[in-house]
């Protein structure tokens, strides 16, 4: 890794306009290794942006304090673009950005290889980005400033569920370590991640129960919403906690969420280690991807018909 490190370090040295981006919708890893490397960077003399051009979900807006963020930006000013967290260059959060452009191109990401840009930085036995964004500024010998440590913490809690995903390893734990002594509250980050709307949330979860759907020869437990019934819920609602909870279920070797949007639809997928089952690959059928226990995709084919074919790849796990 420390080979990768160096040839990054060189690219950015050479480097006088550099543009950061995370995934679309992006998330406290996405948002937090993003404002973090912006932080190190600028402390390092680079002019640096980061672009977020979807929606942010409103209990992330904590971390802007430090750093700010653009919503539209002219991609061919930069000389590099340093996309993180992304896992297929279709969900970098540039929506105009052309893959084939030759502007240089730097990846740091944990999610399993799939289509991401050159120079590849990938771990998927890290946790989270943002785990991996503390190694590299380790490497580039950046003071960790209380802010800076602040926004790797949230993305590492965040796409750790609170240290309690199974990604979660003693490195993990100690590089928390290391960031709580720059002074950071671990207490406002687990409180602003975790802040609900409790009346949105009772609502959502009482219609995704009724609308699951299970499928005892393949193991897949289905939701799928029309945008006319999601109407009465906020854009940026959180269905993580529901189909984390789902996928425990004896029934379901996954979990399929299915949500009509900008005139297609959305589908997160989910399941447990011990059911032995990789989302990431069932996403790849629709040109998604993500990790093994947690992925997702875009897709204009109707859900019936996305529900097939992932029931279908689930009996073909089974034989």
């Known amino acids: 890794m420390e080979e990768l490190f160096s040839v990054a370090q060189k690219i950015i040295g050479q ?21 973090a490397l912006k932080l190190a960077l600028e402390n390092l003399g680079k002019k640096t942006e980061v672009v977020v051009q979807t929606p942010l979900a409103p209990n992330l807006k904590f971390l802007l304090d ?12 930069s000389d590099l673009i340093i996309g993180l967290d992304y896992g297929n260059i279709k969900r970098l959060d540039i929506l105009d950005f052309n893959p084939q452009s030759e502007i240089n191109f730097l990846t740091f990401d944990h999610h399993l290889p799939d289509n991401q840009k050159e120079l590849k930085i ?26 800076l440590a602040f926004c ?27 960031l709580l002594k720059k002074g950071v509250s671990l207490t406002k980050i687990a409180k602003n991640i975790r802040q609900k709307d409790l009346t949105g949330e009772t609502k959502l979860w009482s219609r ?73 690959e069932l996403a790849k059928i629709f040109g998604g991807g993500g ?22 790849a689930l009996k073909n796990l089974n034989g």
């Open 66 to 77: 430090f750093g700010r963020i653009r919503n539209s930006v002219d991609w061919e000013k």
């Open 152 to 178: 790797l913490l949230a993305g590492i809690f965040d796409d750790t569920d609170g240290f309690r995903h199974s990604t979660t390893s003693s490195q993990t734990l100690e590089t928390a370590a290391e």
């Open 15 to 35: 480097s006088r306009q550099i543009l950061i981006a995370g995934h679309q919708d992006p998330d406290a890893d996405s948002l937090g290794s993003s404002l």
């Open 208 to 280: 995704t129960l009724e609308k699951i759907q299970i499928d005892p020869d393949s193991g897949l437990l289905a939701i799928f919403f029309s945008s006319e019934e999601l109407k009465d819920f906020p854009d940026d609602f959180v269905k993580s906690p529901i189909l984390n909870l789902l996928a425990g279920a004896p029934e379901a070797r996954a979990v399929l969420f299915l949500q009509e949007k900008n005139g297609g639809w959305e589908g997160s997928l989910r399941s447990q280690k011990e059911k032995e089952v990789n989302v990431a």
């Open 291 to 312: 990790h093994p226990l947690a992925a997702g995709f875009k897709t204009t084919e109707a859900p019936e018909i996305v529900t097939e074919k992932i029931k279908t």
């Open 122 to 147: 990938i771990r998927p036995d890290f946790s989270s980005t943002s785990e991996l964004i503390f190694y590299f500024l380790k490497y580039l010998k950046v003071p960790f400033s209380p802010g």
